[in-house]
């Protein structure tokens, strides 16, 4: 879905969880930038982006920076929070992800993102959040269960 090759900022301040961001987003056909705060986002230019993904451990002021600087440049830009435990202030993102979830699902979220922006984002922005906050909870939500039942073997294992 990402043949048109989207644009997409990828802020965030843990090496390894960007690294892996980079990684997922360019094999699934995104372009990729990255920045490590608002400054380093300042020095990529005035490049337009389609979407920001921002990493749990950006600072909540370099967070709302970015997403402004981002939606002056394309007003449809999708945003994307990473959290770590609890995050808050989130009402410029339209999907928040857990870092510690299933990566994949950032793919997933952002062509969803995408397809709402194709079809004119019939819906309008909570919409969209509602959407892709339900597409986390389930992907959570099936991860919890297939991990509960693996440790349920795993014990029935240990009793014969």
């Known amino acids: 879905m990402a ?29 990729v930038s990255s920045a490590g705060s ?11 982006f389609h979407a920001v993904v921002i990493g749990a451990w950006v600072s909540p002021k370099d967070r709302d920076q970015i997403v402004q600087l981002v939606r002056a ?26 870092c510690h979830g299933d990566h994949a699902d950032l793919v997933r979220i952002l062509e969803h993102l995408f397809s709402k922006q194709k079809d004119g984002g019939k819906g309008g922005g909570t919409t969209r959040r509602l ?22 073997i795993e014990l029935s294992s240990a009793m014969f």
Request: without cysteine; charged residues 25%; hydrophobic residues 45%.
């Open 3 to 31: 043949a048109s090759k989207k644009a997409i900022l990828d802020v965030g301040r843990e090496a390894s969880f960007q690294k892996l961001r980079r990684e997922l987003l360019t094999a699934s056909g995104f372009e």
């Open 73 to 98: 440049r394309n007003p449809e830009a999708s945003v994307v929070f990473y959290y770590d435990g609890k995050i808050e202030g989130t009402e410029l993102a339209d999907a928040i992800l857990n």
């Open 131 to 152: 959407a892709a906050i339900a597409v986390t909870i389930a992907s959570g939500f099936l991860n919890l269960i297939s991990t509960l039942a693996w440790d349920r």
């Open 38 to 48: 608002f400054r380093g986002v300042k020095k990529l230019g005035a490049k337009r």
